[in-house]
Every structure is written in C-alpha cells, then in structure tokens.
C-alpha cells in the first residue's frame, strides 16, 4: 500500500539552531501535505500545508519545501526553542473525499 | 478557530463493557474521524464521515461502530471493549474538499482520549 516515511524517527537540536525533519512519500499523485506538531498528551496541531502545485511555502518560523522529483518533503524550523520539542508528522492527500495518510513521526528534542 | 471537543482525556473500562466516544466540532464540518495511536504504529484511521448519517470504513474498523446523527457530533463506540482497544483515540474534523484551495483538506484534531481496558 502507499506510505509515507521519515529519513529520521529521532532529531535533537540546539536552542536557536534550525531543524530539518524529512519525510518521503510513495506516491506520486499525492497533491496536499501537511505537516502537524504533536506535543505529549495533546492531540496533533496543524503546523503548515502545501500543495503539489507549489514547492515551497512559508509561515512564522517554518518552512515547507516539497520537491515532486524524488518525492521528498521537509520542514524547516528556524530558530528552534524549547516549546518546539514534539512530534512532527507529516501527511498526504492522493484522492478525493479528504483521507490522509500519516507518517510515524519524528521526535524533535531541543537542547537549551 | 476550529475547535474539536472529546468528551473525556482518560477513560478506564473493563473487558466487555460498551464504550462511547463522543466528538464534537464547532466549525460545520463536513468531514470527520476517527483515529487510534500507537506507539510504533503511528495514526490509523478507524471510521470516517462525510454527511450525517453517513459512514465510512477506514483500515481498522474491526471491533469498532460509529454514529453521526448530528453534523457537529461523531461518536465511536466499543460494543465489547478489549484489552486491545486500549489506545490513545483522536478525533478529527476537515471541511469538504473544494480542490486546489489550501486549508480545505485540513484536518483539525481533539484533544485525544486515552482509554485503558482492563
């Protein structure tokens, strides 16, 4: 079936660096990702969306970049902070009716 | 803000016992789901909803039933709960795709609940 993975299941970060955090995806008429943040306990947060029409998108401190070629997306954390440390998962959209398909996550740590 | 209600963060039942999870939406959402978490599993999603009174089966619906007699409102329920439906449930709301506008595929989490079955 169509997956959706990430390069790393762990990332631990240094107060004020950027983070990267990866995910692949299987398939190629995918055309929405989402990235969500999922603190301990809580249910996930919508962080920041793109469509495939589009390759790279910007909100406050984050940034989305889709590259359609190798089937990659990334988001990018600038200046990460203590409240950053989470979950991150990303998620995809092929068809029609508003089903997504869930990576496992990757757990971002922040050392301050 | 979208906002996603589930009625309980922690619920502890017995092996048997008939569990309702109840979820509600303030944003006349068309769409809504019901998900389970596992560690190591990641979200699978159990039920979806795309009107009231309309239901889908998502890729675990086994042992699971839902009901959406209400737009805002999507309930699971465990007819005879198991120790393994013991998980973290999160429910989520989407308004209906309208294409290649963003945030309308969105989905909008709850808060979870995680229910024990002993």
């Known amino acids: 079936g169509e997956s959706v993975g990430l390069h790393l299941p762990t990332l631990s970060v240094q107060e004020g660096d950027n983070s990267i955090i990866n995910c692949a995806y299987s398939?190629?008429?995918?055309?929405?990702f989402i990235w969500y943040k999922q603190e301990s306990g809580k249910g996930p947060q919508f962080i920041i969306d793109?469509?495939?029409?589009?390759d790279k998108r910007q909100g406050q401190r984050v940034t989305v970049l889709l590259n359609k070629t190798v089937k990659h997306l990334s988001l990018q954390i600038a200046a990460t902070q203590p409240g950053d440390s989470a979950v991150y998962f990303c998620a995809e959209k092929y068809n029609q009716g508003g089903k997504l398909i869930f990576g496992q996550g990757t757990e971002l740590s922040v050392k301050p | 803000d979208v906002k996603v209600t589930q009625s309980s963060r922690y619920l502890v039942k017995r092996t048997g016992e008939k569990v309702f999870l109840e979820c509600v939406q303030d944003?006349?959402?068309?769409?809504m789901f019901w998900y389970r978490q596992d560690p190591g599993l990641g979200l699978r999603l159990i039920y979806f909803?795309?009107?009231?009174?309309?239901?889908e089966k998502g890729d675990i619906p086994e042992g699971y039933s839902v009901s959406r007699e209400k737009k805002e409102r999507f309930s699971l329920i465990l007819e005879s709960a198991s120790t393994n439906q013991t998980s973290m449930y999160l429910c989520a709301s989407s308004p209906l795709s309208q294409g290649p506008s963003l945030n309308t595929d969105t989905q909008y989490f709850g808060p979870g609940t995680r229910l024990t079955v002993l």
């Open positions: 398939n190629s008429a995918s055309d929405y």
């Open positions: 909803s795309y009107d009231v009174k309309m239901k």
């Open positions: 944003m006349d959402h068309e769409n």
């Open positions: 793109i469509r495939s029409n589009m």
